[in-house]
């Protein structure tokens, strides 16, 4: 089993910037590919960004350029710094992890609410 703990949401204004973290615990061996998704009311859950523990990532097109995920493999804890917010980025945002790179998450934490208002 792979325990998820998400921080750093809160409320921030328009063109704003948060920083979530990840902190990951238990079987982090069967590990390869951390990543984010995110649900906001009244719409299905997104693929934000992923990571491999090599360090390749992918972002959803709504992110790209403003959103940058990283990981500190020695420390298991995952980052993503969001720059330039939206309120359309208004949401719950979910670390996850998976076996594979591109394969669906096997795991997940509890939530972070992340909202963009002015």
């Known amino acids: 089993q792979v325990q998820l703990v998400e921080s750093g949401g809160g409320l921030v204004q328009p063109g704003g910037s948060l920083r979530l973290s990840c902190a990951a615990s238990?079987?982090?061996?069967?590990?390869?590919?951390m990543g984010w998704y995110r649900q906001a009311p009244g719409k299905r859950r997104e693929l934000v960004a992923t990571i491999s523990s090599g360090g390749r990532t992918n972002y959803a097109d709504s992110v790209k350029d403003r959103f940058t995920i990283s990981r500190d493999n020695a420390e298991n804890t995952m980052y993503l710094q969001m720059n330039g917010l939206k309120p359309e980025d208004t949401a719950v945002y979910y670390c996850t992890a998976a076996r594979i790179f591109g394969g669906s998450p096997t795991y997940w934490g509890q939530g972070t609410q992340v909202t963009v208002s002015s």
């Open positions: 238990g079987s982090i061996f069967s590990i390869n590919a």
